[in-house]
Nanobody
């Protein structure tokens, strides 16, 4: 399984970005696509997860109400719509496939990461 993330960039505070993550290969064993982020000097943290089968989502408190995860099952692609971005959202964002979980250890395959920078 390969994951290709895209959509990162530089945006002003209050702006929006949409991340995409295209999965190729045998993804049928994965239950969900998760999104994580890692800021400089910090540990990787959970952001959001969406279940492939029914679109059930779960979000970290820090992004709830601002970020929305979605998916296109036909294209094996997940999306993370990020609105009302804040400087503290600046990080490398990773997509991953695995269990419907907030724990990094339960994700089997990871994308390469895409940098999101929010200026104040």
């Amino acid at each position: 399984v390969q994951l290709q993330a895209s959509g990162g960039g530089l945006v002003q505070a209050g702006g929006s970005l949409r991340l995409s993550c295209a999965a190729s290969g045998h993804t049928f064993n994965s239950v969900a696509m998760g999104w994580f982020r890692q800021a400089p000097g910090k540990e990787r943290e959970f952001v959001a997860v969406i279940r492939w089968s029914d679109g059930l989502t779960y979000y970290a408190d820090s992004v709830k109400g601002r970020f929305t995860a979605s998916r296109d099952n036909a294209k094996n692609t997940g999306f993370l719509q990020m609105n009302s971005l804040k400087p503290e959202d600046t990080a490398v964002y990773y997509c991953a496939v695995g269990d419907f979980s907030t724990a990094t250890i339960l994700y089997t395959y990871w994308g390469q990461g895409t940098l999101v920078t929010v200026s104040s």
